[in-house]
């Protein structure tokens, strides 16, 4: 169970403005559960998603992962955390440009030194449609191949929770569609718990759970 317990994240401008972020949001979040959560663009869901995975630190508040408070931790153990718990998807791919498919997705396993389960990497570049692009670099893949590429390297060590922020942000309309239905159908075969920050409203008719965002604060939960 993730629980965020009065989440404030405050940024002072040079101009010495005070930009709240998040301002004092609390949510419960039960395992397995698929969440999108929406709002539009600057009201606070990347900061929250980063603070979700221990990218970023609240000003104030914090967040515990199955009674772990993630948020007191230091960053040479959460970052030992992140890599073993959590797969990250972004809107940038953040693909390693002088590998293949293959090597980008094994990347992180080889990193957390675990030996790769091969039928398991057979069903995520089946379930991605990668299975012709191992040997690809990714400048000679599609914008929606790099896409599902960052999304099996995402899941490659089978992460508890899964961070998803504007994963179809770059897509065209059919890549984006072929991103949603593998990230929803990866989410369900493996019970994983997924978060999807996104603008697109599509979004909640795939994930069980919606929570609306505004000026950082929640609006709204269904």
Known sequence: MIKVEN?????NET????????NGVTLQMDDGLSFCILGKSGCGKSTLLHILGGLDKPTSGRVLINDLDITSMKENELSIYRR??????????????????????????????????????????????LKNRLSHLPGQCSGGQQQRVAIARALIN???LILCDEPTGNLD????????EAIISIHKSYQSTLIVVT???DFTDLCEKTIILQDGKIQGET
């Open 7 to 11: 989440i404030f994240k405050i940024y």
């Open 173 to 180: 309309f059919a890549s984006s569609e072929k991103v949603k």
């Open 158 to 160: 089978k992460p508890n």
């Open 199 to 201: 603008h697109d409203s």
């Open 84 to 129: 073993q718990n959590i797969g990250f998807v972004f809107q940038s791919y953040n693909l390693v440009p002088e590998l293949n498919v293959k090597e980008n997705i094994i990347y992180p396993a080889l990193l957390a030194r675990k030996s790769i389960d091969n039928d398991y990497f057979d069903y995520l570049i089946s379930a991605l449609e």
């Open 15 to 22: 101009q010495g403005d005070e930009v709240r972020a998040l």
